[in-house]
């Protein structure tokens, strides 16, 4: 069983920047995709971001893409995504998830077998 815990979220001002982490307890952490998602108010789930096992494959939701950066740890079982130039639509609560496949199929398709509790972020003046 693979439990995961998200942190870093806040409030921020528009072109801020915000850092969330996705800490994972499993020994076997490096053998997940991991993937970050978000869901604002009235809005479906969003594959936001996604990195393979070992961390050589990123994918990014065009809304996102040139702004965020996914990266991964394994030693420490964590996956970080470094937010900056936010924006309000950026306002959401941010999920990361663990699953297989690839990670394009894992953002599109917002699967994964492993979720954790969320954190919200909210970017306003």
């Known amino acids: 069983q693979l439990q995961l815990v998200e942190s870093g979220g806040g409030l921020v001002q528009p072109g801020g920047s915000l850092r969330l982490s996705c800490a994972a307890s499993a020994f076997n952490f490096d053998h997940y995709v991991i993937g970050w998602f978000r869901q604002a108010p009235g809005k479906e789930r969003e594959g936001v971001s996604c990195?393979?096992?070992?961390?050589?494959?990123?994918y990014y939701a065009d809304s996102v893409k040139g702004r965020f950066t996914i990266s991964r740890d394994n030693a420490k079982n964590t996956v970080y995504l470094q937010m900056n130039s936010l924006q309000p639509e950026d306002t959401a609560i941010y999920y990361c998830?663990?699953?297989?496949?690839?990670?394009?199929?894992?953002?599109?398709?917002?699967?994964?077998?492993?979720w954790g509790q969320g954190t919200q972020v909210t970017v306003s003046s």
């Open positions: 998830a663990a699953g297989g496949g690839t990670t394009q199929a894992m953002c599109k398709t917002k699967s994964g077998d492993y």
């Open positions: 990195i393979s096992t070992r961390g050589f494959v990123e």
